[in-house]
């Protein structure tokens, strides 16, 4: 660690990324520093609309000097939340980093952290490596703070001058402050439960606007389901989304991934059954998949529609 160097003020455009077989990397002084990689993943966002629209114009710049903003979207584990995030970025045609908070995050953690490297049989070397959110910062991409409200108030107070008009980080580890590039957005997704943090008012201040995701209508329902399980039987589909619209409709707390899961193996437990030579009904499948996944208590809204059917 660099203790008693001066720090050196950096501007992320004018740093120099090299390109290697390995991977990105930067020089600052006599130091060398990988970089993070970007994530490619299969995500579509399907779902509100207004919601995407609302994060892009957050970060959208509407003229020279105009500053991105920082939201954080906030909603109940399971709600897509980092797709929308990720969607959004990918919107813009910028890549995209993911950090994920925790409890235990160190400032050093979320900025520049130095790594012991095993170079051979006896030696090893100390490499420093960028955080997704630094390297986001250096390249100009996008980066997605996961879960931000499970990380203490430590590590959200060097973040503090990055998520205002400064624009930068002091990356204390190799003496170095570095200046955002002018692409660089930020979003923080946060869960909606008691198991988080409450934010510091001086960093929720400064992670604006809020961007509420609530639960899909079940048309937005039926869209996520076959989207994420293409090979499943419709008829689980139908009856997932049907189970998810009745529940929410008694303010039943239940997410998209639980819908996933719930079809997913409902779709399973329908295909073993036909490929083993026996008939089982796709409604009841998804009876036995809400009960082993929720409870026996949350199967009374899927009974019920399979009993209205019965009755109609």
């Known amino acids: 660690m660099l203790m008693n160097a001066e720090k050196r003020k950096l501007d992320a455009e004018k740093i120099t990324v090299e390109h290697t077989d390995s991977g990105q990397y930067i020089d600052i002084g006599s130091l060398r520093v990988r970089l993070s990689k970007p994530y490619e993943l299969p995500f579509q966002w399907i779902g509100h609309k207004d919601v995407v629209n609302q994060l892009k114009a957050s970060w959208h710049s509407a003229f020279d000097g105009d500053l991105p903003m920082s939201p954080r979207i906030i909603g109940k584990p399971g709600m897509g939340k980092t797709v929308l995030a990720y969607a959004a970025g990918k919107a813009l045609g910028l890549p995209v980093y993911f950090f994920q908070a925790t409890s235990d995050t160190h400032p050093n953690d979320v900025l520049v952290t130095p790594v012991v490297v095993e170079t051979g049989k006896d030696s090893s070397r100390v490499e420093y490596v960028a955080s997704p959110l630094v390297t986001a910062m250096i390249v100009g991409g996008i980066c997605v703070f996961d879960e931000g409200n499970r990380m203490q108030e430590k590590a959200w107070a060097s973040l503090a001058p990055l998520l205002d008009s400064r624009r930068y980080v002091d990356c204390v580890a190799v003496g170095v402050t570095i200046k955002a590039h002018r692409e660089f957005r930020f979003v923080a997704t946060m869960n909606d439960d008691a198991s988080c943090f409450d934010l510091p008012d001086y960093i929720k201040s400064r992670l604006q606007p809020q961007i509420t995701l609530n639960a899909p209508d079940r048309s937005e329902e039926r869209r996520i389901l076959e989207?994420?399980?293409?090979?499943?039987?419709?008829?689980?589909?139908?009856?997932?989304?049907?189970?998810?619209?009745?529940?929410?409709?008694?303010?039943?707390?239940?997410?998209v991934r639980d819908g996933v899961n719930i079809a997913h193996y409902a779709g399973k437990i329908y295909e073993f059954e036909r490929e083993s030579g026996r008939t089982m009904d796709p409604g009841e499948a998804v009876v036995l998949a809400v009960e082993q996944i929720l409870g026996v208590r949350q199967a009374r809204y899927i009974k019920q529609i399979l009993w209205n059917e019965r009755e109609s």
């Open 227 to 255: 989207a994420n399980l293409p090979k499943t039987a419709p008829a689980i589909l139908d009856y997932v989304a049907d189970f998810l619209d009745l529940a929410h409709q008694s303010d039943e707390a239940l997410s």
